[in-house]
């Protein structure tokens, strides 16, 4: 079973950055998709960025990014430390919410971490 483990959040500015760290029990070479998402109060969760694996170490990993984050946010991840990262600049209001890792095989199973929370007010 993998285990996720999401640090980093806190209370910022706006304007401020926090950098969010999902580390992961094993290796990652072998998640096809790698993704943080957003959830407010009890709304649904969000896709924030995702990273789509290659399958190849010779080619990039697809990365996308939501609408809102465009620009603001950066995902990448270490396969040394097997870890996804999440440095987000540029912080707003509207980015306050619990975030939460998911990492998929190609087998289609998921695994969580359990959030932390990013409060950005004045």
């Known amino acids: 079973q993998v285990q996720l483990m999401e640090s980093g959040g806190g209370l910022v500015q706006p304007g401020g950055s926090l950098n969010l760290s999902c580390a992961a029990s094993?290796?990652?070479?072998?998640?096809?998709?790698m993704g943080w998402y957003r959830q407010v109060a009890d709304n649904e969760r969000e896709l924030v960025a995702q990273?789509?694996?290659?399958?190849?170490?010779?080619?990039?990993?697809?990365?996308h990014y939501s609408d809102a984050v465009k620009g603001r946010f950066t995902i990448s991840k270490d396969s040394a430390k097997n870890t996804l990262l999440l440095q987000m600049n540029s912080l707003k209001s509207e980015d306050t919410a619990v975030y939460y890792c998911?990492?998929?095989?190609?087998?289609?199973?998921?695994?969580w971490g359990q959030g932390t929370r990013v409060t950005v007010s004045s």
């Open positions: 998911c990492m998929g095989t190609g087998a289609g199973r998921q695994y």
């Open positions: 990273v789509i694996s290659s399958g190849t170490r010779n080619s990039p990993d697809g990365v």
């Open positions: 094993q290796s990652i070479f072998n998640f096809v998709f």
